[in-house]
């Protein structure tokens, strides 16, 4: 019933830019935090950044001042912008969304597929 589909992974050169997005779908109510992960060969799952309903944002240590989290709340769109990016940022990259559907009290999380970020030379 709920949807989320990234788009915008790739192969790029160190120091190229990317922008993923992250559209959900279906029947929602609100969605409060969305966030974006990533999980490297061998890696465990870890955040990138979040960004909450009001726009509050944070970010891992590794990617700030590269990295860009926004949202278009009448999409149900989250996006991240990545710059001077380097093999380090090599991932599966995943979003989340915390959400409340309609006709429900609850807020639960729901997680894309997934998007292939590589970065190489």
């Known amino acids: 019933q709920v949807q989320l589909v990234e788009s915008g992974g790739g192969l790029v050169q160190p120091g190229g830019s990317l922008r993923l997005s992250c559209a959900a779908s279906?029947?929602?109510?609100?969605?409060?935090?969305m966030g974006w992960y990533r999980q490297a060969p061998g890696k465990e799952r870890e955040l990138v950044a979040r960004?909450?309903?009001?726009?509050?944002?944070n970010y891992a240590d590794s990617v700030k001042g590269r990295f860009t989290i926004s949202r278009d709340n009448a999409k149900n769109t989250a996006y991240l912008q990545m710059n001077s990016l380097e093999p380090e940022d090599t991932a599966v990259y995943y979003c989340?969304?915390?959400?409340?559907?309609?006709?429900?009290?609850?807020?639960?999380?729901?997680w894309g597929q997934g998007t292939q970020v590589t970065v190489s030379s």
């Open positions: 989340n969304a915390d959400l409340i559907m309609h006709n429900s009290p609850y807020q639960y999380r729901y």
């Open positions: 960004i909450t309903s009001g726009n509050m944002t």
């Open positions: 279906g029947n929602i109510f609100s969605i409060n935090t």
